[in-house]
């Protein structure tokens, strides 16, 4: 019965092209469909890595401002001893014109 079956399969695949059409569709089709549900999770993963990239790119960009504002500190605390210093040597001076 199976072999019959296959005979009178493999016969209508010969000899009848809509058939043949069909056949051909449904098994490139499944395959296509198959694919695209593939790429579809890939993409899928793609955009949560991205997410993560992003989120991790906001964590860098404030730590890159806090870095900033530290760094101005710092530049203000440089600029104060500087002048601080600039007193003491106008300080020393004035102590050696004195003497």
Do not use: P
Not at 3 to 17: H, M, Q
């Amino acid at each position: 019965m199976v072999s019959e079956l296959k005979k009178a399969f493999l016969k209508l695949l010969e000899e009848d092209l809509e058939f043949r059409y069909a056949i051909a569709g449904l098994i490139g089709l499944r395959e296509i469909l198959n694919r695209l549900d593939r790429v579809e999770e890939e993409i899928k993963k793609l955009w949560e890595n991205q997410n993560k990239l992003w989120e991790s790119q906001i964590k860098l960009w404030e730590e890159v401002k806090a870095l900033r504002e530290g760094q101005n500190k710092l530049w203000e605390e440089v600029k104060a001893l500087r002048e601080g210093q600039n007193k003491l040597w106008e300080e020393v001076k004035a102590l050696r014109e004195g003497q």
